[in-house]
């Protein structure tokens, strides 16, 4: 299957480096899930990170559909 993936804050500049580019094409085999995503991108699992696809949070076991589009923001915290 095939995803675009966009990452966001910290996590477009860790895993893409400082060359402004924030989005990525990715390639799956069929019935993967978020957190096989996760881990194809070396995202650790646990991380807090939110992933976003088809106007809804994704659970780590939520499967994922061919040419979805899916946002991957970094973890937050503060206050």
């Known amino acids: 299957m095939r995803l675009r993936v966009r990452l966001y804050g ?11 580019v924030s989005e990525l094409r990715v390639e799956l085999p069929n019935g993967s899930r978020v957190r096989d995503l996760l881990a194809h991108l070396g995202i650790p699992s646990g991380g807090g990170e939110v992933v976003i696809g088809n106007n809804r949070v994704l659970s780590p076991e939520a499967r ?16």
């Open 64 to 79: 994922l559909r061919d040419t979805a589009s899916v946002s991957v923001f970094q973890a937050l915290a503060g206050g």
């Open 10 to 20: 910290t996590l477009a500049r860790d895993l893409l480096g400082e060359s402004g």
